[in-house]
């Protein structure tokens, strides 16, 4: 009678304790997945022709995931690392400042997977880019006279003002593609030029 008053509370205990893990084996095994959050500040602008860089930082309350990195949407050369790093090369040739949008997703790898995004506007900013200045020049010995083709061009498309000294003298202003005849001297026949664009930018000057 007195075994039997031993032996039986330790079987119940026995028994409460295996249903214990039992419980908590299965509680760990459906342990609530929950999605990346990404916790990073994203850059939202750069200039037209310069590098830019984001490290996209994320975390997991599920520690033992491993988080995937990729972009949803993304102008053309831009990429995103394995740990997270953006690096693309703003395009050049902008006449304007130009928004593209951005799409980052970051999933824990798992079969049911989960995920976190984040989406923002990249502005490339317009930077003035200097014009340049092109002369073109033909000699007409029958008429005694030399032909200057004076030309500009600039990357933001915005020519203003072709400004020509003929032989070293006065500087005056010429339409884009205007074509100036003068008398060929003897000695030394010259021309110089340059180009302004409408942000008063200045190109070097041609001779």
Not at 75 to 99: H, Q
Not at 158 to 171: E, K, Q, Y
Request: charged share 20%; net charge negative; proline share 5%.
């Amino acid at each position: 009678m007195m075994l039997e008053k031993i032996v039986n509370p330790l079987i119940a205990l026995g028994t409460s304790l295996a249903m214990l893990a039992a419980v908590a084996g299965c509680a760990d095994s459906h342990k609530k997945n929950y999605p990346p959050l990404i916790t990073s500040t994203p850059i939202t602008e750069v200039n037209e022709g310069q590098q830019y860089n984001y490290q996209v930082i994320a975390t997991d309350k599920n520690k033992k995931d491993t988080l995937e990195y990729s972009l949803t949407q993304f102008p053309e050369g831009m990429t995103i690392s394995d740990i997270g790093l953006i690096n693309w090369t703003a395009l050049l040739g902008i006449t304007e400042d130009t928004p593209y949008g951005i799409g980052i997703k970051v999933c824990d790898g798992r079969k049911k997977e989960k995920c976190g995004v984040q989406d923002f506007d990249l502005t490339v900013m317009n930077v003035n880019q200097a014009p340049t200045a092109d002369i073109g020049t033909g000699f007409d010995n029958l008429s005694g006279k030399v032909t200057y083709l004076l030309t500009g061009s600039d990357p933001d498309g915005s020519v203003s003002r072709i400004l020509a000294s003929v032989n070293g003298g006065t500087w005056t202003d010429y339409s884009n593609g205007q074509a100036i005849q003068v008398p060929i001297i003897s000695g030394n026949n010259s021309l110089k030029s340059y180009v302004i664009d409408d942000k008063e930018a200045q190109s070097p000057t041609v001779t």
